[in-house]
């Protein structure tokens, strides 16, 4: 009798859980691979819709996934909670912050991107972010705080300002923070305050480029503009935010006509708010920078990772960096390779594509270079209203207004991780659209903590009595 | 023409938003009176199903309605978020933390209780209590945590110490959790990891006095422990918490037989474990003594306010106190006054019977003596068990087991605030139910903060640019 050693199943490291990293893990599923999966949160998140956990319409739940259990029958797959420090290039090891080390044969660095003030950090405090489920609980604590404030507030400015409420950026998410800022005030709220009417609340909405949605055509940013308008939205184009503060911000080049309340200085003018919300940019992760220092990768001034067209690097094609870490190039046969834009889909095509290219590379095949298919772009306004472009064989196919919300309703739903998940938000939704109520309007972290005992020992066993024997 | 000033409505102040205060704020929802109701938090909480916020079962919107939006039809109702500091006995007014004051002319006192460790707040860090929602997403994550940390973990005691989870005390919290905490580890778990068995995971339940659910009669206490025990929980009856540290508990009075990894001290011993809960007493807000050292009234050891048969103050008969704030007494004609039990009905009823004596006062007629309707007792043990004790002018119908569990179940939707939250609690449960999942195991916290950025201006500008534009 002779003992065989199976030959040593490649390991494959995928590090973090977005879309591109789930997508990649899922593609491996029935290969001979022993997948890795490390993410810091427990929780797929699903990211679209994550302002709807911010304005209190969806539980955290509703739109998180635990990873675990997303993988729980892809017998290859091993997921670990943990959060990566360091890629080790030439031992081919990435290290984790508790001292664990995952060796790999193949690694797919998938660490996203997190909300940036460009430089401007100290504006953090007053203005949060959105790209995390804790992001989302402190402005969700925010909004509906300033309202509660302002029911408790008698002088008249500074209740004004617990009502104002800004919006930094006028991108997707921008957009829909705006539009369902706007909702709130004028459809959820009334009736519920005696001291307050919450539909004078202002949504104040600044970009600083000339058009929201830039990613749309311009008749899709016109539409979206429009639909903000209808909803009571003030949206500024050409307005830059030069500072932050805990009393509100101060933005260049005025637009004409003051509201009362904002003072004009030189070329700029002050907009005084107690609930500053920052969607307007993003930074790829610290890793990116990291990685590219120990391979000789180079990184975009965004901090993403410059990839080859298969997604791999160059001095280390063992490494494929995806999704919104990676500045990676559309390549279509015959045409100019065009740049792949940060949006989810592109990040799961990236996924598949690189768990393909390393399956390629393990049979020794060729790799092959990245194809980024556009399906088209959506989003929502509102209730009832969205912007919709479409890609098609037929050319780009645009619509807005109620069935374009329809369509991103539905879009979103269908694409959410988990069957579950997909009932609770349709019922959610449907719920609120009939209601107008918002499901989830729960602020933690302010009841305190438990009784401090100043109490003797035979308080102590009296206590104890008189709660019918609980003490161990 | 004369000029006539309608008479002033009597203001009521009512401190707390739990089931007494809500009970006394909806009571008087028809009366010729000004209601004003503080809360430090936004939520009515339906704290019978915490433990399901704890567990992972249930997302917190579920079990957490708006107090303002309860309120948005009572025109009378005035809802305040804020945290009562100090009540001003003889100018009649409630002052609050952000500096308000309001005045009444009637006050209800239902500021309830919180976690006690009986003067070892020393343990607070390792054992944390149930009261509030920050309670439940705590104890969620310190329990998916400890599973996470196991599966990392290649040292065998240390991934066994990760793998105990102890819960301390036998009442209903206790029980609910460790049995709860049983089904996680043997049915939801499983599959899902790759490096440990979760159902090899220990649930210890210690009780300090001879039996678990001293609310229930012995019989009763019999089937809870038995059920508890046909799940896989570990309960020893007799074991009294002497100490909790980071690695684990010590144990008064050994019980026979010890199971590896505990040592004999004398009469004492160790349990191991990363992950404690602490159920075992509760005791009554500090609010109870300050008031009571301003009204000349009484507290007893756990902090409660003793209160005249009609739920007023001796000396400040203008001023209520009800729920587990109050020691309160149930006068039925003809019989000894008994105390009345710390459970949401008798809070309720309370709230109900406050108010009436305050619209009775301002009418000028007598008020009435509290009379407590006991219509029994009930408590889950984990799926498909529970004990249920019932009042009956027959006398007491007690059952357990499934039957039971379905009695709990449809009696705890039915009472949960809000029709929406009824469908989709029942809904998760439907769910839950057949797949033995949990929806809600999202860890918070975990992610960290913005790209910090070490950028130059010249980066900025072009990284507002590779995002499109967004910058304002």
């Known amino acids: 009798m002779t003992s065989v050693t199976p030959p040593a199943r490649p390991r494959i490291v995928i590090i973090g859980c977005g879309f591109g990293g789930l997508e990649a893990a899922r593609a491996l599923r029935s290969a001979p691979v022993d997948v890795t999966v490390v993410d810091r949160t427990n929780h797929h998140l699903f990211q679209p819709l994550l302002y709807q956990v911010a304005t209190a319409g969806l539980s955290a739940p509703a739109i998180a996934a635990p990873i675990r259990h ?39 660095v998938a660490a996203g991107a997190a909300h940036s003030y460009f430089g401007n950090d100290q504006w953090a405090p007053y203005a949060p972010g959105l790209k995390t489920l804790d992001d989302a609980f402190d402005i969700r604590g925010r909004i509906l705080l300033a309202f509660e404030a302002a029911e408790k507030e008698p002088e008249p400015q500074r209740r004004a300002d617990w009502l104002t409420f800004v919006v930094i950026g006028g991108g997707p998410t921008g957009v829909e923070m705006a539009g369902t800022l706007a909702e709130i005030a004028r459809h959820t709220l009334p009736g519920e305050f005696r001291n307050i009417d919450p539909a004078t609340a202002r949504v104040i909405l600044l970009e600083g480029s000339d058009r929201v949605m830039q990613s749309m055509p311009p008749t899709l940013s016109q539409r979206a503009q429009e639909q903000l308008e209808k909803l009571g939205v003030d949206v500024r184009v050409n307005a830059r935010v030069t500072a932050i503060d805990e009393d509100g911000l101060t933005v260049q080049k005025p637009a004409a ?202 308080e102590v066993a009296a206590a104890e009595a008189a709660h019918k024997g609980p003490a161990a």
Chains 1, 2 share one sequence.
Request: charge should be positive; include cysteine.
């Open 70 to 108: 997303l993988f729980r029958r892809q017998a290859n797959a091993t997921v670990l909670l943990g959060e990566v420090v360091r890629i080790d290039v030439q031992a081919r090891a990435v290290h984790l912050k508790d001292g664990l080390a995952l060796p790999y044969d193949h690694l797919i």
């Open 257 to 458: 006509g003051l509201p009362p309340g904002e003072t004009r200085a030189a070329d700029s003018y002050r907009i005084r708010s107690k609930c500053i919300i920052w969607g307007a940019g993003v930074a790829a992760s610290p890793l990116g920078r990291q990685l590219a220092e120990s391979t000789g990768a180079t990184v975009d001034r965004a901090g993403r990772v410059v990839v080859e067209p298969d997604l791999s690097l160059a001095s280390q094609p063992e490494i494929s960096v995806i999704g919104d870490l990676a500045a990676a190039k559309s390549h279509t046969p015959g045409q100019e390779p065009l740049p792949v834009p940060g949006v989810s889909p592109a990040a799961k095509q990236m996924g598949r594509a690189a768990a393909a290219n390393i399956l390629r590379r393990i049979a020794g095949q060729e790799t092959a270079a990245f194809r980024y298919r556009d399906y088209g772009n959506l989003a929502t306004i509102g209730r009832n209203s969205a912007v919709v472009d479409l890609a098609s064989p037929l050319g780009p196919v645009r619509f807005s207004g109620y069935f374009a919300w329809l369509f991103w309703l539905f879009a979103h739903v269908f694409f959410l991780i988990g069957f579950r998940n997909r009932v609770v938000v349709l019922m959610d939704w449907a719920w609120a659209y009939w209601t107008f109520a918002r499901q989830a309007r729960v602020v933690t972290g302010l009841a305190s903590t438990p009784v401090q005992a100043g109490a003797s020992a035979s």
